[in-house]
């Protein structure tokens, strides 16, 4: 599946953006979808699981309440809408793939397919 990332972009604290990956390729309900992130000179982290229907999310307890990760089958697109954003919270968003029913999956190597990555810079 090919997984194409957008809607990064600068933003104050406090504000919000929110993210759309769009896939092609494959049957996009077959997959978990997940986003990450890498800050400079930091490991790539785990952000935000949602499940191939939709019904069930996994937040990391850094953006948990913030963050909210969802999923349209018919577009083929998920989401993460991101709220009061902070200046820790800057870094490059990815979003990535991993076959649906084998877990949530937080660490980079579960996921099977990758997009390329949007900034998300939060300055004043």
């Known amino acids: 599946v090919q997984l194409q990332a957008s809607g990064g972009g600068l933003v104050q604290p406090g504000g919000s953006l929110r993210l759309s990956c769009a896939a092609s390729?494959?049957?996009?309900?077959?997959?978990?979808m997940g986003w990450f992130r890498q800050a400079p000179g930091k490991e790539r982290e785990f952000v935000a699981a949602i499940s191939w229907s939709g019904g069930s999310t996994y937040y990391a307890d850094s953006v948990k309440g913030r963050f909210t990760i969802s999923r349209d089958n018919a577009k083929n697109t998920v989401y993460l809408q991101m709220n009061s954003l902070k200046p820790e919270d800057t870094a490059v968003y990815y979003c990535?793939?991993?076959?649906?029913?084998?877990?949530?999956?937080?660490?980079?190597?579960?996921?099977?397919?990758w997009g390329q990555g949007t900034q998300v810079t939060v300055s004043s």
């Open positions: 390729g494959r049957t996009f309900s077959d997959y978990t």
């Open positions: 990535a793939a991993r076959p649906r029913g084998t877990g949530w999956g937080t660490l980079s190597y579960d996921y099977d397919y």
